[in-house]
């Protein structure tokens, strides 16, 4: 059904998997009245050791398949795709007919992460796509430039995570062999530079102590959304009683993603409807 307004339009939100439904919690909490469009990419999960060029395109090509949706703005909520494509995807948006703002995970994780720090000290988590970028190095240089940065590559986390429930030792070595190096370089405040991660939470609490700070993106993104929403005048014109609709496109098998995913978002999901984003570009089909 076609929207009457931009108001009413949804906001767009992708990720490889279902790890991005922990930014979409946090967006359907702090932003009740919104609509929202969610597509994980688990047909080419997982991203983290993706080349750039790939992320970008497959990006690209997400992008389009959420503007047949007439999305009013664009949520990247996975790490390695900010890192790779954001400049890309903002300059492609930005030539559409509503001029669609586009938001990564990276900068309100790392800004955020910078307010928290007390030693100066701070402690990323992330894929090797997302280490390699550099983009929260840059991220949290451009915050403070005099805040030292503890990087650690988790090669095979996303994977191990989204594997399922329960978790068992192996999660636990594995976690706990890349807190490690956090614990002995003495950061007070770990980013996690992956929306998996939220999930082994508790556990990286547990290993990294009680009084590291652990920064996850979500939150701050969705403080950054209603924002940006406000300031474009695009915020929803439903009451504050009212609550927004939400929906699931996968390029996979819906099944599994419908079955993991109620554990990520921790709300219903219902419906999941399968779409092949690779033909978005190819067609030769225009941004609108």
């Known amino acids: 059904m076609a929207v ?22 946090e967006l359907l909490v702090q ?17 983290g050791e993706r080349s750039a060029d ?11 398949e959420l503007l047949r949706r007439q999305v009013k703005l664009l949520v990247v909520a996975c790490n390695s795709a900010t890192a790779a494509a954001l400049p890309v995807l903002q300059e492609r948006m930005m030539q559409t007919t509503l ?5 990564g995970v990276v900068r309100p994780g790392a800004v955020h992460a910078v307010a928290a720090t007390r ?22 240089a451009a915050a403070d430039p005099h805040v030292d940065l503890v990087q650690v590559p988790c090669p095979d986390l ?19 062999r890349y807190c490690a190096p956090l614990r002995e370089a003495g950061v007070d405040t770990v980013v996690l530079g992956c929306t998996h991660y939220p999930l082994v939470r508790p556990m990286l609490q547990r290993m990294l102590g009680p009084g590291v700070t652990i920064i996850a993106s979500g939150a701050p993104l969705a403080r950054q959304v209603a924002h940006v929403l406000g300031s474009r005048s695009l915020a929803s014109t439903r009451s504050d009683t009212g609550e927004g609709d939400y929906s699931f496109l996968c390029t996979g098998d819906p099944e599994p993603f419908r079955a993991m995913g109620t554990r990520f978002l921790q709300m219903p999901l219902g419906g999941v409807t399968q779409v092949d984003v690779t033909q978005s570009l190819t067609n030769g089909s225009p941004l609108r």
Do not use: C, K
């Open 4 to 25: 009457s307004t931009p108001r009413d339009r949804p906001i767009g939100v992708f990720d490889s998997g279902v790890g991005g439904l922990t930014v979409l919690h």
């Open 31 to 47: 932003l009740p009245q919104e609509d929202f469009v969610y597509l994980a990419d688990t047909a080419r999960f997982p991203y």
């Open 54 to 64: 790939e992320l970008q395109r497959f990006s690209l090509e997400i992008a389009e």
């Open 99 to 103: 001029g669609v703002d586009v938001i």
């Open 119 to 140: 030693n100066g000290r701070v402690g990323l988590m992330a894929t090797t796509a997302t280490v390699d970028s550099g983009a929260y190095a840059e991220a949290i």
């Open 158 to 176: 996303t994977e191990i995570i989204e594997g399922g429930f329960p978790f068992d030792q192996r999660v636990v070595d594995t976690v706990r």
